[in-house]
């Protein structure tokens, strides 16, 4: 019988973006929640896309070589991931996904000009990162783990996600997550850390389901959390995690088969 693993309590801290919207009704909390659902899956979908493209490059040892960064964004309703040459001026590879993300639907290595989309998003990324890191939000990654930079346009404005990966196998690295909000000029206007701290839940392929536990200022799973699970549960064979909710004083729980959140009972 696959054993059940529990982390509890996991230390939460943010800016309390959704901390006025603990008193929901139940279709309020419904339609919260498909909102994370479709952003996570968003989000998984720019990190899967970069997953594979990447194991593809760095399997080119002539082409890996020219490879100086990387972008992922949406396109006409395809996935792409570009790879960056020197001084991030010119993409060198190109990949693109559309209904199967487990393999690009084309691939072009080829050196070519960036595009005007791909040149602002770029440079709005930037600046986003600049202002971060010469900032005072003390972004970074513990020993041996690495950040993602997931860049998603919000109306006029940009989001900028970022997560965790992991740095051993047989691990789900939640937390370590924020998301930064800023204008068509890369300036932060607001943001949020999900998670306090990284937790890596260790698993392996006797583990049926992982539990965390939020405190009051993120009372709802997280896209976050719903990304970097998508992204690592398939490789053990995890189908669902759950979030316990003080705030709310529910339970919810994500299913990856459904690839659905529901809300499972209340305290």
Not at 153 to 179: H, M, Q, R, W
Request: charge should be negative; include cysteine; aromatic fraction near 12%.
């Amino acid at each position: 019988m696959k054993r059940l693993s529990f982390v509890l309590f996991l230390s939460l801290l943010s800016s309390s973006l959704f901390a006025q919207e603990i008193e929901l009704s139940e279709s309020e909390l419904t339609n919260k929640l498909d909102s994370v659902l479709h952003e996570g899956n968003l989000l998984y979908l720019y990190e899967k896309a970069a997953w594979i493209s990447s194991d593809s490059v760095m399997g080119n040892p002539i082409l890996k070589k020219d490879i100086r960064g990387y972008l992922s964004y949406e396109d006409m309703g395809e996935i792409k991931t570009i790879f960056l040459g020197e001084k991030l001026q010119t993409c060198v590879a190109e990949y693109t996904f559309e209904n199967s993300f487990d393999e690009p639907k084309s691939v072009k290595i080829e050196k070519r000009e960036l595009s005007e989309k791909e040149r602002t998003l770029i440079e709005v990324r930037g600046k986003i990162l600049k202002n971060i890191f010469e900032g005072n939000y003390e972004v970074g990654a513990p020993e041996s783990y690495h950040l993602n930079f997931i860049l998603l346009p919000f109306g006029e404005n940009y989001k900028l996600y970022i997560v965790t990966g992991a740095a051993k196998s047989n691990e789900i690295p939640f937390g370590n997550d924020y998301i930064f909000i800023a204008d068509k000029t890369g300036k932060i206007t607001s943001w949020q850390k999900f998670h306090s701290r990284l937790i890596s839940l260790e698993v392996d392929d006797n583990t049926a389901e992982i539990t965390h536990s939020h405190l009051r200022t993120t009372p709802l799973i997280t896209a976050t959390d719903i990304c970097t699970f998508r992204l690592y549960a398939p490789i053990y064979g995890i189908d669902a995690f759950s979030v316990a909710s003080p705030a709310i004083k529910k339970y919810l729980k994500y299913s990856l088969k459904d690839n659905k959140i529901t809300i499972e009972r209340s305290y």
